[in-house]
């Protein structure tokens, strides 16, 4: 008997979650046959075929092996964007969203009083953070920095794909290493790698597919955020906001750096799941 190869019959036989295979099949559909998500429903009789046949099973047992969806179809959303992303950059998180909201309102609060903010993302990844912010306050200036050129080349890819390329200035460097001297932001954002290096979670979920020194410092998580605090004054305008993304149990540690540092109006901001993620203060 020849097997059943329809859609219906190969999503209702799959193993991986329901929403998984969904997005996957979706994936496969676009590409080999041009065909909207929405043929899931309107035409689940369609049998694949041949190389659609094939990338299928590949993509399913990719993804039962661990492989994260994002990396499987290439791309991820987040904020008001979707961004190109490959195993070279972190998937972006909905936590970091947090981040883009606070310099948001930073942003906001400037109108009438600077004409073009400038705006720093520190270890940009797939520029994530630098893009939500150039697409969505569009009179802002941002520069957006990382250590490693494949980050750097596919975040120069997303400003292209998403029309932002004249927006935003991108320089490879270690945190300010990357910055010529006499620059001054209104705001610098990072989400810096910051789990400490025996954490077991660096061996679970999609994080053992993404880039090492991306997620951690190698260290005790808190060496990168130390560094970006600690460096701040040098390139905050007074009354600059500093906003940085951590770990949930770090933002005693976090608050007490940026107190060593000399900043005031010191917050602490809570994510969706309620954890504390972020910590903002002002020069
Ligand atoms: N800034 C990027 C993001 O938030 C990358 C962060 C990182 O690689 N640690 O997704």
């Known amino acids: 008997m020849n097997k059943d190869l329809s859609l219906r019959s190969l999503l209702g036989s799959t193993s991986l979650p329901r929403n998984e295979a969904y997005i996957l099949m979706a994936y496969v559909l676009n590409k080999h046959y041009q065909l909207p998500r929405s043929t899931l429903v309107s035409r689940d009789e369609m049998e694949l075929d041949g190389l659609a046949l094939e990338e299928w099973q590949s993509l399913e047992s990719r993804r039962l092996n661990g492989?994260?969806?994002?990396?499987?179809?290439?791309?991820?959303?987040?904020?008001n964007i979707e961004l190109q992303v490959a195993p070279g950059v972190l998937i972006p998180r909905p936590e970091t969203e947090l981040l883009v909201d606070i310099a948001l309102q930073e942003i906001k609060r400037l109108e009438g009083k600077v004409k073009h903010p400038n705006i720093l993302d520190l270890g940009t990844g797939s520029g994530a953070i630098a893009l939500s912010i150039a697409n969505e306050a569009s009179h802002t200036q941002v520069i957006a920095t990382d250590q490693s050129?494949?980050?750097?080349?596919?975040?120069?890819?997303?400003?292209?794909?998403?029309?932002?390329?004249?927006?935003?200035?991108?320089?490879?460097?270690?945190?300010?290493?990357?910055l010529k001297e006499d620059v001054m932001f209104d705001v610098i954002l990072s989400n810096p790698p910051y789990i400490a290096n025996q954490d077991p979670h660096l061996n679970q979920g999609d994080l053992r597919f993404e880039p090492i020194d991306a997620l951690t410092d190698h260290s005790t998580g808190l060496s990168c955020l130390e560094a970006i605090i600690i460096g701040c004054p040098m390139h905050l305008?007074?009354?600059?906001l500093i906003a940085v993304e951590h770990g949930f149990d770090q933002s005693d540690a976090v608050v007490g750096l940026m107190k060593t540092a000399g900043l005031v109006d010191i917050q602490v901001h809570r994510d969706l799941a309620y954890h504390p993620r972020v910590v903002s203060a002002r020069k």
Do not use: D, M
């Open 237 to 240: 305008k007074p009354g600059g």
């Open 149 to 178: 050129t494949e980050a750097l080349s596919i975040a120069k890819l997303n400003a292209k794909f998403l029309g932002l390329e004249t927006r935003i200035e991108f320089a490879q460097g270690s945190w300010y290493e990357a």
């Open 67 to 79: 492989e994260p969806v994002a990396y499987l179809i290439g791309k991820r959303g987040f904020h």
